[in-house]
């Protein structure tokens, strides 16, 4: 009986080392990072990213011809006014995402994330995809929604001139062209998730492999490989 105190003692102290030993506490740290990379890497995307968007990049393949029909009386001029519009709607889109990141990054359970970060300099991003993609995808499509309306008014003004045309070279004896009644939404939705999914995890990794001085205080230390050693 007399060594019950002892004992009891002796698992309270090995208790404690258990939970707040080294491993707990670079865990906690990892987590914060993986977490801080990813928020931080949503803020740091260029709103303009689609700002340089060709044409041909945003017409959905059925349409991929448009943009080389020059013999259409002002069908260009449409097209390049429904360029901007989209141009524009998805810059209102990523100026719209940090706030989502924010709200969905800590919902994301680090399962080791010592482990995680090891995984790669893209690695934040991936489980975030992983874990809350859908999520944020759903936001997305009606954010892409709300945003592409006036682009839509313009696309079925550019459908309905390829549709006079079509129509009046057939009955000029040429041969007619293929009927296109496509809308372009699911293409630029996919368009816009895919690169804005790519820019997010090349600025995680640019963020994770810049140089911070040791000791400095900033989160990034964590990807440090030194302060993982």
Known sequence: MKCLPFLLLFLLLTGCSTVQGPTTADAVSASFALEEVLKLSSQSVDANLFATTPLPSLLPPEASEFSM????????????????QVRTAFRQVVVAIPSLVETNAPLIIWDDPDQIILQGNRSATDTFIRQQGEALDAVVRKLLFEALQQSEITWALILDRYDIWRKGTA??????????????????????VSQYLAQLGLLEEQLRTTPVPKGSGSFLEVFQKEARL
């Open 69 to 84: 029909m020059v013999q259409i009386p002002l069908f260009l001029d449409h097209l390049t006014v429904w360029q901007e």
């Open 171 to 192: 009955l000029w004896g040429r041969e007619e062209l293929k009927p296109v009644n496509v809308q372009p939404f699911a293409h630029l939705h996919a368009l816009f």
